[in-house]
Structure formats: structure tokens, C-alpha cells
């Protein structure tokens, strides 16, 4: 009770949860983590995330960061001792500035990810950085994680994204680094540290982003495939055809495709007779800097050639921005059909494009070989060779069969990940999913200076123990 008053002496009662108003912050997204905690705290600005950090580490309390929550790897979860303080930084929400001759934004670290993106419009500017949570995940979550996303082709990931972050240290300090350059050569980049540890390092509060001309009009295309080889083909003419106007290049199964359809009837695929059951399909964006006329001829140039040259077997181009969303909602569907079907077993890998026919196609044989009649649900980012190579129970098996094989299947996925010289997290996080197997597949001196930094920067072992690392004993 001593610890909770003071809290609440420095945040005021309603900004400290406790009981049933905290429930919802100590279970994750997918629902597969869950803990407790002495409570949640709302900071409402940056001094009071740094008084909550100084009151941690003299209270020996182990402190939690989280955004909005939508995290997949368990990264924003407590475990169950009900010590830790998850800290929430959905009050720190305000964009404190636009700067349209630097093309930059500060925002903190609370705000809406789909906020900063309407901001941005509001400014006449583009943030690009765009995935299916959009609505829900917050900044600070994005940053945490280096989130990817479904224009990483032609943008980059979030750390791309970001000039200058600020920042709460483990000792309760504030980091000033909202410094808009994109020259700074004076040292160690600090911002690229924070980037990406999942708040094991510090939390981060505000950051300064990059901001784009909009592009004057976007053209979308579905086309269907025989093959993920075609797949790899096409996306080396539009790159060629396109440059860097290729802004999303997006392979997805058949498989996945019709499990949206089947969830939300709604919805439908704009295709017909044997083209509505092929294999696989890819969604191509292009941006475009002239015109929609201009984005449109340069598209069915290069699909026209793809379909000449038998690499494309049909293709649907969008004809207005309608169209075009309903493309990508089939897309962004896919992952809220597939948590309606019941659980699955999710990876989130990276492989050379040069090599993902062949790792998918050696990966789906030896998963049937070992567990026969499981479903494969595979979908991603081929532009950046990035794959959601996900495995759900099928009819087969229940629930229960599939997660008591979830172990062995993450391993023999792994392994054949580490075989193709891919990583097992390409957008996702490690978190406490993939805690344990990271020491497997990556380099004993890369995890070696990864310990040494957490214990300079985190010297009490208060930031998110149990992430990316293993806690000190």
C-alpha cells in the first residue's frame, strides 16, 4: 500500500490502475502473455516519466514500457511476480511540431501511429510508415520495435524513419536528442541504441521523424501467380520498371486470400474462374510523382510485359482510390482472420529474396513430413523479404494438439530460417517469444556486446527484464 501511495501522490489516483481497470495492460494482443503488476502508471509528461524511473530504481521496482499494446512477441507484458510497474505512455500523445521546410515532426511517443499519418496529410507531407495496427499501435511501440511495415521497399523501417529521439534513461535522466539533422556525425548514435531494444535500455518519449512530399497520385494492382519464383520475378521488373516509385510489393497465399472471404463475406476477390484459385498473389503499389494517367500506363506496362512473358497469369488494377483500399483491406485482413480461425503459430523471418521459393517450399515439406495436414498460412512483405510464416491447426488437429507442438514447430522453422541465412525477427521484436532461441541463431560476440550494453545502460536491471535478453540472475 506504501508503494501505491506514493504513486498516486505523484500521479494523481486516476493515472494509477489497479484491480479491473488494469486488467486490460496485463494481457497481450494475441492473448498468449499474461501478468500482474503493482499497477499501471499514466504519466502525463516526460518530467514524470522521469520521476517514475528515479522512484523504480530507489524502490528496487522492475518497470515495464508500453505503448498501444499490439505488440506479438509479448514484449509489453509482466510476467506473473506482480513486482513490476508496466509504465503506459498513451498520455504523452500530442505532435509538438511541424517543420515543413526541414520536412520533419516531433511527436511523443503516445500518439496513434494513424494520427501522425493524418497530421503529416494535414501538413501536406507524407509519414510512411504504414501497418495493419495503425489505428491502435502508438509511436513509442514502433520505435521500440523497429516496425516495418508495408512500404519498408520503398522507405525503411521505422529506425529510417527517425532523426533524433528523447529519451528516459534507466537512472530516471532525460536524453534532449530531438535534434532534426540528417548529418551528425559527433560520436555514438544513441538514437539507433534505443531504437529497436523494446524499452530495455531506456524508454523513449518524443522522437523526431522524417516527413515526404505526398505523392501526387498511388496506383494498386493484384495479380496472380503459379509460383513464388514468378513472384520473385516480377518484383525484380518492377523494380526495374518503377524504380524507386515501388512502394509495396506484397506476396500472399491463395489460402489467405479466401480465408478472408470466408470470415468477412463482405469482402470478395476480384477474380474469376481459375484465376480466383491460384496459389499465390502479390499486391504491388506504386507511387507516383506526374500523375494517376502517368502511375496508371506505367503499371500496365510493366504488368502487360509480366503477363506476356507468362509470369503473371491475371491481373486486377485499381481504377480509383475505392478500389485501391479494398485491395489492401483484403491484405490487411488477412492476420484478423486468422486470430477468428482460432490460434496459430506465428514466425516473422527474413529471408534473401533470391532464396524464398526455395525456403518456403523446403519448409512446408518438412513440416508435413514431421506434422501432416497442418495448414500453412503464409504471407509478407517480398519486397523486403520479409514473410509471415505462420502455421494454424487446419482440420486435423485442435487447438490444444497444435500448441503442444508449437515448440518443435518454431524450432525446425528456425533452423531452416538460420539454413537460408535469414533471421528469426524481421519486424516483430524479440520480446519473450523468441528470448530463449535468439543465443541459437545469432553470433555468441554480437549477443556478448548486447549484454554488456544492457548492464551500462541498465545498470540496476529494472528495464523490461525478461526482454530480448534473459534476466541477471
Same mark, same amino acid.
Given at each position: 500500500?506504501?508503494?501505491?501511495?506514493?504513486?498516486?501522490?505523484?500521479?494523481?489516483?486516476?493515472?494509477?490502475?489497479?484491480?479491473?481497470?488494469?486488467?486490460?495492460?496485463?494481457?497481450?494482443?494475441?492473448?498468449?502473455?499474461?501478468?500482474?503488476?503493482?499497477?499501471?502508471?499514466?504519466?502525463?509528461?516526460?518530467?514524470?516519466?522521469?520521476?517514475?524511473?528515479?522512484?523504480?530504481?530507489?524502490?528496487?521496482?522492475?518497470?515495464?514500457?508500453?505503448?498501444?499494446?499490439?505488440?506479438?512477441?509479448?514484449?509489453?507484458?509482466?510476467?506473473?511476480?506482480?513486482?513490476?510497474?508496466?509504465?503506459?505512455?498513451?498520455?504523452?500523445?500530442?505532435?509538438?511540431?511541424?517543420?515543413?521546410?526541414?520536412?520533419?515532426?516531433?511527436?511523443?511517443?503516445?500518439?496513434?501511429?494513424?494520427?501522425?499519418?493524418?497530421?503529416?496529410?494535414?501538413?501536406?507531407?507524407?509519414?510512411?510508415?504504414?501497418?495493419?495496427?495503425?489505428?491502435?499501435?502508438?509511436?513509442?511501440?514502433?520505435?521500440?520495435?523497429? +516496425?516495418?511495415?508495408?512500404?519498408?521497399?520503398?522507405? !525503411?523501417?521505422?529506425? =529510417?524513419?527517425? #532523426?533524433? %529521439?528523447?529519451? *528516459?534513461? $534507466?537512472?530516471?535522466?532525460?536524453?534532449?536528442?530531438?535534434?532534426?539533422?540528417?548529418?551528425?556525425?559527433?560520436?555514438?548514435?544513441?538514437?539507433?541504441?534505443?531504437?529497436?531494444?523494446?524499452?530495455?535500455?531506456?524508454?523513449?518519449?518524443?522522437?523526431?521523424?522524417?516527413?515526404?512530399?505526398?505523392?501526387?497520385?498511388?496506383?494498386?494492382?493484384?495479380?496472380?501467380?503459379?509460383?513464388?519464383?514468378?513472384?520473385?520475378?516480377?518484383?525484380?521488373?518492377?523494380?526495374?520498371?518503377?524504380?524507386?516509385?515501388?512502394?509495396?510489393?506484397?506476396?500472399?497465399?491463395?489460402?489467405?486470400?479466401?480465408?478472408?472471404?470466408?470470415?468477412?463475406?463482405?469482402?470478395?476477390?476480384?477474380?474469376?474462374?481459375?484465376?480466383?484459385?491460384?496459389?499465390?498473389?502479390?499486391?504491388?503499389?506504386?507511387?507516383?510523382?506526374?500523375?494517376?494517367?502517368? +502511375?496508371?500506363?506505367?503499371?500496365?506496362?510493366?504488368? !502487360?510485359?509480366?503477363? =506476356?512473358?507468362? #509470369?503473371? %497469369?491475371?491481373? *486486377?488494377? $485499381?481504377?480509383?482510390?475505392?478500389?485501391?483500399?479494398?485491395?489492401?483491406?483484403?491484405?490487411?485482413?488477412?492476420?484478423?482472420?486468422?486470430?477468428?480461425?482460432?490460434?496459430?503459430?506465428?514466425?516473422?523471418?527474413?529471408?534473401?529474396?533470391?532464396?524464398?521459393?526455395?525456403?518456403?517450399?523446403?519448409?512446408?515439406?518438412?513440416?508435413?513430413?514431421?506434422?501432416?495436414?497442418?495448414?500453412?498460412?503464409?504471407?509478407?512483405?517480398?519486397?523486403?523479404?520479409?514473410?509471415?510464416?505462420?502455421?494454424?491447426?487446419?482440420?486435423?488437429?485442435?487447438?490444444?494438439?497444435?500448441?503442444?507442438?508449437?515448440?518443435?514447430?518454431?524450432?525446425?522453422?528456425?533452423?531452416?530460417?538460420?539454413?537460408?541465412?535469414?533471421?528469426?525477427?524481421?519486424?516483430?521484436?524479440?520480446?519473450?517469444?523468441?528470448?530463449?532461441?535468439?543465443?541459437?541463431?545469432?553470433?555468441?560476440?554480437?549477443?556478448?556486446?548486447?549484454?554488456?550494453?544492457?548492464?551500462?545502460?541498465?545498470?540496476?536491471?529494472?528495464?523490461?527484464?525478461?526482454?530480448?535478453?534473459?534476466?541477471?540472475?
Amino acid at each position: 500500500m506504501k508503494l501505491l501511495d506514493e504513486l498516486v501522490g505523484m500521479l494523481g489516483r486516476q493515472y494509477v490502475l489497479t484491480g479491473e481497470d488494469a486488467q486490460s495492460y496485463l494481457v497481450d494482443w494475441r492473448g498468449r502473455y499474461s501478468g500482474q503488476a503493482i499497477a499501471v502508471a499514466r504519466p502525463g509528461s516526460v518530467q514524470e516519466v522521469a520521476e517514475l524511473i528515479k522512484w523504480c530504481v530507489a524502490n528496487k521496482v522492475p518497470v515495464v514500457p508500453q505503448g498501444g499494446n499490439t505488440g506479438l512477441c509479448g514484449g509489453a507484458t509482466p510476467d506473473d511476480s506482480g513486482t513490476a510497474l508496466v509504465l503506459s505512455l498513451g498520455r504523452l500523445n500530442q505532435v509538438r511540431s511541424i517543420d515543413t521546410d526541414n520536412d520533419t515532426m516531433v511527436v511523443e511517443a503516445g500518439c496513434i501511429l494513424q494520427t501522425v499519418q493524418q497530421a503529416a496529410r494535414d501538413a501536406d507531407r507524407l509519414f510512411p510508415l504504414s501497418l495493419a495496427a495503425e489505428g491502435s499501435c502508438t509511436i513509442g511501440g514502433n520505435l521500440a520495435t523497429n +516496425a516495418g511495415g508495408t512500404q519498408v521497399l520503398r522507405y !525503411g523501417n521505422t529506425r =529510417e524513419l527517425v #532523426l533524433g %529521439v528523447e529519451v *528516459v534513461t $534507466a537512472e530516471g535522466e532525460i536524453m534532449h536528442g530531438l535534434r532534426g539533422l540528417r548529418k551528425d556525425n559527433t560520436g555514438y548514435d544513441l538514437r539507433d541504441l534505443f531504437i529497436g531494444s523494446e524499452g530495455t535500455l531506456g524508454i523513449i518519449t518524443a522522437a523526431t521523424i522524417k516527413l515526404f512530399p505526398l505523392p501526387v497520385a498511388q496506383c494498386t494492382a493484384l495479380v496472380g501467380l503459379r509460383s513464388i519464383n514468378d513472384a520473385v520475378s516480377l518484383l525484380s521488373n518492377a523494380r526495374k520498371g518503377f524504380g524507386p516509385a515501388l512502394t509495396g510489393f506484397e506476396l500472399i497465399a491463395g489460402a489467405c486470400l479466401h480465408g478472408v472471404v470466408e470470415c468477412y463475406p463482405q469482402q470478395r476477390i476480384p477474380f474469376e474462374g481459375e484465376s480466383a484459385q491460384l496459389p499465390w498473389y502479390a499486391l504491388l503499389e506504386l507511387s507516383d510523382s506526374e500523375s494517376a494517367e502517368h +502511375a496508371r500506363e506505367r503499371f500496365e506496362t510493366v504488368v !502487360g510485359d509480366a503477363i =506476356e512473358a507468362g #509470369l503473371v %497469369v491475371d491481373a *486486377v488494377i $485499381a481504377e480509383n482510390i475505392s478500389q485501391s483500399k479494398a485491395l489492401w483491406h483484403l491484405r490487411e485482413s488477412i492476420p484478423l482472420a486468422e486470430k477468428t480461425f482460432g490460434k496459430s503459430i506465428k514466425h516473422d523471418v527474413s529471408i534473401p529474396v533470391s532464396r524464398m521459393a526455395e525456403f518456403v517450399e523446403t519448409t512446408n515439406a518438412a513440416l508435413q513430413t514431421y506434422f501432416p495436414g497442418i495448414q500453412h498460412v503464409i504471407f509478407g512483405h517480398l519486397g523486403d523479404g520479409n514473410l509471415h510464416y505462420n502455421i494454424a491447426r487446419g482440420s486435423q488437429y485442435s487447438e490444444e494438439q497444435l500448441l503442444g507442438m508449437q515448440d518443435a514447430i518454431y524450432e525446425l522453422v528456425h533452423e531452416s530460417v538460420y539454413q537460408f541465412d535469414g533471421s528469426i525477427s524481421a519486424e516483430h521484436g524479440v520480446g519473450q517469444l523468441k528470448r530463449d532461441a535468439l543465443p541459437r541463431y545469432k553470433d555468441p560476440v554480437e549477443m556478448k556486446l548486447m549484454r554488456r550494453i544492457k548492464q551500462a545502460l541498465d545498470p540496476h536491471g529494472i528495464m523490461n527484464p525478461g526482454k530480448v535478453l534473459a534476466s541477471r540472475k
